[in-house]
C-alpha cells in the first residue's frame, strides 16, 4: 500500500506539501520494519519503496532517478538540518542502524544504550564529509543548512507555484533539470559551467551574485527607511 501512495503521490503537482508527506506519512511502515526484522530481510521489503520515491522525485524535477548525479541524492536523503530535503532512504547503513538501536534496547533495557538517531547522524556526517570536499558543494551545504534556509520546507500552505518549489529544491540540491543549459555563464562573474547542476552550484558559492544581492537588498532596505 505505501508504494501505491507514492505512485499516485507522483501525479499531483510538487509542493512543500508533497515532500513533507514524503519525509513524514511515509516513513512508518518501513522503519517498523527496520526496526523489527534483520536488514537483509527488510532491505526485500523496502527497496521498491526507494526506487518509488526516486522515480516520483526525477519526475518532479526532470532528472534521471539513476544515481547519476551523485551529490544531489546525497542531498535529497540527507536532513534537513544539514542542508539536504530529509527524505527517507532505506538502504543497509539505515536498516541496521535501526535494527541494532532496536536490538540492543531489547537485550539491555536498563543499559544507556545508542539511539538509532545518534547513529545515523554519525553516517549522515560520513556523507557530509564526502560531498564537502568540493569547495563550490561545501558553499551550498552552508547556505542550505543555514538557519532560516529550509522554512520554505516546513510551509504547507498555498503560495508557492509547482515551477517556484521545482527550482527551489533545484537550488537547495545544486542540480538542474535536464533541459537546462549552462551556456549562458554565471551573471555575476562570467564563470562558464559545464553542466546546468554546476552553474547551479556555483550560484551559490559565487561571491560576487552574492554580494550583489545583499547590495540590492540593503538599497531596498534604505529606501524604505528614507
Known amino acids: 500500500p505505501t508504494v501505491a501512495a507514492v505512485g499516485r503521490l507522483s501525479t499531483v503537482p510538487l509542493s512543500p506539501a508533497t515532500l513533507y ?34 522515480r516520483a522525485l526525477g519526475q518532479w524535477l526532470a532528472v534521471d532517478p539513476a544515481p547519476a548525479h551523485d551529490s544531489m ?6 536532513p534537513i538540518r544539514m542542508g539536504g530535503l530529509g527524505i527517507p532512504q532505506h538502504d ?5 542502524c535501526a535494527y ?3 536490538l540492543e534496547r531489547v537485550l539491555r533495557p536498563r543499559a544507556e544504550t545508542i539511539p538509532q538517531s545518534d547513529r ?3 553516517i549522515f556526517a560520513d556523507r557530509i564529509k564526502i560531498i564537502t570536499s568540493d569547495r563550490r558543494l561545501r558553499k551550498l551545504v552552508e547556505a542550505t543548512s543555514a538557519k532560516g534556509a529550509a522554512e520554505w ?3 504547507r500552505g498555498g503560495g508557492m507555484t509547482e515551477t517556484g518549489c521545482r527550482f527551489a529544491v533545484h537550488h537547495r540540491l545544486g542540480s538542474a533539470p535536464t533541459m537546462v543549459s549552462p551556456a549562458v555563464g554565471c551573471t555575476g562573474c562570467g ?3 559545464a553542466s546546468g547542476p554546476d552553474l547551479l552550484v556555483h550560484g551559490a558559492a ?4 552574492y554580494n550583489g544581492a545583499v547590495a540590492q537588498h540593503n538599497a531596498v532596505r534604505d529606501w524604505f527607511v528614507r
Do not use: F, G, Q
Not at 24 to 40: E, F, G, I
Not at 206 to 209: A, Q, S, T
Open 21 to 54: 508527506i514524503l519525509r513524514s506519512c511515509l516513513a512508518v511502515t518501513p522503519t517498523y520494519l527496520a526496526r523489527t526484522h534483520a536488514p537483509n530481510v527488510s532491505r526485500i521489503a523496502v527497496a521498491p519503496l526507494d526506487a518509488v520515491v526516486a
Open 73 to 78: 541524492w546525497t542531498l535529497v536523503y540527507l
Open 92 to 96: 543497509l547503513e539505515y536498516l541496521t
Open 100 to 102: 541494532e538501536a532496536s
Open 120 to 122: 545515523m547522524s554519525r
Open 153 to 155: 520546507l516546513h510551509y
Open 191 to 193: 564563470y562558464v559551467a
Open 206 to 209: 559565487c561571491v560576487k551574485v
